[in-house]
């Protein structure tokens, strides 16, 4: 579902004092608490980058001012955005097909292919061979874990499609009852970034001897390596901007990222908090 959508009439009549020319403004659905209903709103400059501010309105469309229940709408719409939004880049959208599924064999089959060919020649880019086979392994791993992250997404979609089956609103309840299996799909994450940090030296080294390698057969009006040499040169950049984004989770224990977990929502709420939209002059 769409978690955020734009302002109503009704909605905008009640925040039009608090926006500014120029911006996105977005509406979340509404969550329970406590058995009244709540929205987010958020304001947003047009334009990559640009930070984000926030209002709360209650049902009736007023301005939520207690700071306390503005903190726990918070931590629902930011749990309802992750359990329920299908919007691209959402975790619901990581769930792949069959097709997607073997792609990714055919990826794998590609990458190795150029690999190969890497360490064919490996000694003239100073790259040791036993990287090569480090990060082939890697690879390998990859695509078992990303089949693990497959059927955990699925079974976290049964647990939220049952959880919501009989309720309207998203509510605290949902986010404890689905917790657990929310946890297995972060996990993979987690999983996931611990793995390819493993060679996180040796990507550059094999990206820069793909480019190398590419322009050189091309040179020579050699095509046939093309593709192979292009994936991994476009897989080793992917890993390095993995690394670099989420360097933070590659350092931490497997306990301290299940207790980052469960505190997102506090942090992320603790964010909002601090960030609210005064009244425009």
Not at 78 to 89: I, S, V
Not at 155 to 170: G, I, P, R, S
Request: charged share 35%.
């Amino acid at each position: 579902m769409i978690v955020y959508r734009m302002a109503s009439a009704e909605e905008m009549a009640v925040i039009k004092e608090y926006s500014k020319l120029f911006e996105d403004i977005k509406v979340s659905e509404s969550v329970d608490l406590g058995g009244k209903l709540y929205k987010e709103v958020i304001f947003k400059k047009k334009g990559i980058g640009k930070s984000e501010e926030y209002l709360y309105l209650d049902g009736e469309n007023k301005i939520v001012e207690k700071e306390s229940i503005r903190a726990r709408v918070a931590r629902l719409t930011f749990f309802m955005d992750a359990y329920l939004n299908d919007e691209p880049g959402s975790i619901i959208r990581a769930l792949q097909g069959e097709d997607e599924i073997e792609k990714n064999k055919d990826d794998l089959e590609l990458m190795e292919e150029g690999l190969k060919l890497i360490s064919n020649r490996c000694s003239k880019y100073n790259i040791d061979k036993g990287e090569i086979e480090k990060v082939q392994a890697i690879l390998v791993k990859l695509l078992e874990l990303r089949g693990k992250t497959n059927e955990k997404l699925k079974d976290f979609l049964k647990v939220v499609e049952a959880e919501m089956q009989n309720k309207k609103y998203f509510d605290e309840a949902v986010i404890d009852n689905c917790m657990a299996s929310y946890k297995e799909v972060m996990i993979c994450n987690y999983e996931k970034v611990q793995l390819i940090s493993r060679a996180a030296l040796s990507y550059g080294k094999l990206r820069g001897a793909a480019e190398k390698m590419r322009r050189g057969y091309n040179l020579r009006f050699i095509t046939s390596h093309t593709e192979a040499l292009m994936k991994v040169s476009y897989m080793m950049g992917y890993f390095e901007n993995l690394i670099k984004a989420y360097g933070s989770m590659a350092k931490m224990t497997y306990n301290d990222y299940l207790k980052n977990i469960v505190n997102s929502g506090k942090i992320n709420a603790e964010y909002k908090c601090s960030a609210i939209r005064k009244k425009q002059k």
